[in-house]
């Protein structure tokens, strides 16, 4: 018989991990990788850095097997918040603009069926997405929009941008350095990362424990303000703000999530400001590798 491991290396710093919580998930299907999933308390065996404090599972899905299930994602739910999510969107190029002092090419990674992008354009950027899923994708191209059905590793250009998105993508990737060091080579000298992930020291996931909602099969890692800025260092970027994310949705929902069946054109009219506290957002400027 095979002992458990007791310690791990972590991925970002080698730092020495040990069991944050037991894993109740070995495998991971289609289903349970849609945004708008409930399958809430669900997570691989977790482990914590005692170093740079991210949190990371292990054993992890296998990549390529990841990649396909991602690839043949379909969620038809995502698009029922559009209003909520363009309030989100509209939140973060405002703050973007006020720390980019203008407007200029912007990347959204893990674009969906592109809102961000058409929020972006309808404010005079030239905006541009990848999106592995290849409905999610279709549903851009539909759009008109400048959406490729790429993920993050394999994505070249040869036109630098001035911004770059990531929203609630990170803790999703089975290796985020590559990412972060993928959005360094992308972007303009003094460019801008956005990132939006949950934040796992957040009091939200504390009280909830092992139900809290972020708890999810496809989230492999898990970042708190320090392991997010040692990323972020690590590949030369200086962080310029980080806060709390502000969530707007609609009142239907929230009753979906909690199973709750009523006035659904109702419910789906009135959006709510909530601020779980539970995610963070982050941006971050891109540094010269000689400073
Ligand atoms: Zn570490």
Redesign the pocket.
């Known amino acids: 018989m095979h002992e458990l491991q007791e310690k791990q290396r972590?991925v970002?710093?080698e730092?020495e991990a040990i069991i944050f919580r037991k894993g109740n998930i070995d495998k991971i299907s289609s289903k349970d990788l849609k945004i708008t999933d409930t399958q809430y308390g669900k997570h691989w065996q977790l482990w914590q850095?005692q170093?740079?404090e991210?949190v990371f599972s292990y054993p992890m899905p296998d990549e390529d097997c990841l990649a396909q299930l991602y690839r043949e994602m379909k969620d038809e739910e995502y698009d029922y918040e559009e209003e909520g999510r363009k309030r989100n969107f509209s939140k973060i190029i405002d703050r973007i603009e006020q720390l980019n002092k203008g407007k200029g090419r912007l990347l959204d990674i893990g674009a969906a069926s592109g809102l961000l992008l058409e929020i972006a354009n309808g404010r005079g950027w030239d905006a541009e997405g990848i999106e592995i899923s290849f409905d999610l994708y279709q549903k851009g191209v539909r759009k008109n929009l400048k959406i490729y059905n790429k993920n993050i590793e394999n994505y070249e250009s040869d036109n630098k941008y001035d911004v770059i998105t990531a929203i609630d993508v990170i803790e999703h990737l089975s290796n985020p350095q590559i990412m972060i060091e993928k959005s360094w080579n992308l972007l303009k000298e003094g460019g801008i990362i956005c990132l939006v992930t949950p934040n796992i020291s957040s009091l939200a996931a504390k009280i909830f424990g092992r139900y809290w909602w972020h708890y999810r099969p496809p989230h492999l890692y898990y970042f708190n303000c320090n392991s997010i800025a040692y990323l972020l260092k690590k590949f030369k970027f200086e962080i310029l703000m980080m806060q709390h994310y502000v969530w707007h949705f609609s009142l239907y929902y929230l009753f979906s999530r909690l199973k709750i069946q009523y006035g659904k054109k109702l419910l789906k009219s009135v959006i709510i400001p909530l601020n779980l506290m539970d995610s963070l957002e982050i941006y971050a400027r891109k540094i010269d590798k000689g400073n």
């Open positions: 972590c970002l710093c730092g850095c170093n740079c991210v």
